[in-house]
């Protein structure tokens, strides 16, 4: 797993599962949005205490933050979703 992974994971947690905006997520933390938007970004450099911060406040396990995705949609599938989304 790299880094911009690790972060887009994170991202999605926060944005898609949990609906949190980056100021509410990092204070959550106890960590700066500075420093979780450079981690979402795959810029950070987060140590171990830093991602267990995260974990820890905002009650996901961590290993939700090191899943790889197997399933990459296809152009046609983001098509298809885009129709259903406007019918």
Known sequence: MNKITFGNNVKRIRE???GLSANK???MAFIGVTQL???EKGTGNPNLDT????SEGWG???IE???ESKL???KAD???AGRRLSN
């Open 51 to 54: 991602i267990l911060k995260i």
């Open 16 to 18: 898609s599962d949990l």
């Open 72 to 74: 990459t949609p296809t």
């Open 25 to 27: 997520a990092a204070q």
């Open 78 to 80: 983001i098509q298809r």
């Open 60 to 62: 996901v396990p961590i």
């Open 65 to 67: 933050f090191f899943r």
């Open 37 to 39: 938007k450079r981690i």
